[in-house]
């Protein structure tokens, strides 16, 4: 896969890549929302339209250039996301939720601007949809990879979600530790695949662990490929 060599693994594949944050509205200016800038899905993106796919990026909002000859659609909401991704999930052979999804919104999204007042203010949230646990429920013929961004008990906390997702590999990195954390060019990546076996990445650049992870898909694919 880096060898100069024209490598094109994943012709005539589908690629769904999320990516970025979402925003979850409170009122017509304010919104709640988290610190991923969406290079790592990017970069996942480009990887696999190298690799030969035909790659759809669903993107929370970002300030990132998409890469050409990769189909687009930018969404706000978690609820956004996810009709999205369900849009084109039959058709797909790889989704790869690299997505930093809000788990919670504000339960009433406010009409008008809302005003400060004396005191304290609490907002009631509500859980959003787990996108990628609803793949996993309805998946059929796809390889689900999802991402866990965690500060502590990478492990014991990715294993739970490859579980509890019934994703097929779980990307998972230590947000704490440096070279690893929201917004660099590189990153330190362990992947957890179903059978039990996990691979630990050393410092790299997202482009490279991308390609990592959509190689170790590739390995793992089987029947699906
Ligand atoms: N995910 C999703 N929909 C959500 C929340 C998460 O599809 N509403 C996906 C993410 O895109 C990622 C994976 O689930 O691929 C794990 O996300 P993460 O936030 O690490 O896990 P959660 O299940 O949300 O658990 P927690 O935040 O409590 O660790
Ligand atoms: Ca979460």
Excluded: C, W
Aim: glycine share 8%; net charge neutral.
């Amino acid at each position: 896969y880096f060898s100069g060599q024209k490598n094109t693994p994943l012709l005539g594949k589908k690629v769904i890549v999320t990516a970025g944050p979402t925003r979850e509205a409170v009122d017509p200016v304010r919104f709640f929302t988290n610190h991923s800038t969406g290079k790592m899905g990017y970069a996942v993106a480009e990887a696999a339209r190298d690799l030969g796919a035909d790659v759809t990026l669903i993107s929370g909002p970002v300030n990132l250039e998409p890469p050409a000859g990769v189909n687009v659609i930018n969404v706000e909401s978690a609820k956004d996301m996810f009709d999205a991704v369900i849009e084109s999930y039959d058709g797909a052979d790889i989704v790869v939720k690299t997505a930093a999804v809000a788990d919670y919104r504000p339960k009433r999204i406010h009409d008008s601007k809302m005003k400060k007042q004396d005191g304290e203010l609490s907002l009631e949230l509500e859980r959003t949809i787990d996108i990628l646990k609803t793949l996993g429920e309805q998946k059929a013929h796809q390889f689900l990879i999802g991402f866990a961004a965690e500060t502590n008990d990478v492990t014991t906390y990715a294993k739970r979600k490859l579980e509890s997702k019934n994703a097929d590999m779980i990307v998972a990195n230590n947000v704490k530790q440096a070279g690893a954390g929201f917004g660099g060019d590189t990153n330190i990546i362990t992947v957890f695949h179903r059978d039990g076996t996990t691979r630990e990445y050393d410092l790299m650049s997202k482009r490279d662990a991308a390609v990592h992870i959509l190689k170790e898909a590739i390995e793992r694919m089987g029947d699906k490929a």
